[in-house]
């Protein structure tokens, strides 16, 4: 599975940003997909993930109620909707595959896209 994602950039605090990774070269439907981020000097942290079968998506609770994560399977695509953003949503964001499942470990994590980083001045 290859992996790329954008959207990100610089925002104000209080600010938006919708992320997206496109995912090509196996069936998508079949992977679990997240959002992790890693600020700089810290370790990759869970954002959000969306399970494979129903959408089913858990939150870490840093962003919970702020950020939605959703996919479409017709366009291989997940999204990342950040809404209220804060100065400590300030990092790079990776978009990653699981297969057949989902994880808050990064570390069980099959695939990565670039990451695409996130600014939010206070």
């Known amino acids: 599975v290859q992996l790329q994602a954008s959207g990100g950039g610089l925002v104000q605090a209080g600010g938006s940003l919708r992320l997206s990774c496109a995912a090509s070269g196996r069936t998508f439907s079949n992977y679990g997909m997240g959002w992790f981020r890693q600020a700089p000097g810290k370790e990759r942290e869970f954002v959000a993930i969306?399970?494979?079968?129903?959408?089913?998506?858990y939150y870490a609770d840093s962003v919970k109620g702020r950020f939605t994560i959703s996919r479409d399977n017709a366009k291989n695509t997940v999204y990342l909707q950040m809404d209220s953003l804060k100065p400590e949503d300030t990092a790079v964001y990776y978009c990653?595959?699981?297969?057949?499942?989902?994880?808050?470990?990064?570390?069980?994590?099959?695939?990565w896209g670039q990451g695409t980083l996130v600014t939010v001045s206070s």
């Open positions: 990653g595959a699981m297969r057949a499942g989902t994880s808050m470990d990064y570390r069980s994590w099959n695939y």
């Open positions: 969306i399970h494979w079968i129903g959408g089913i998506a």
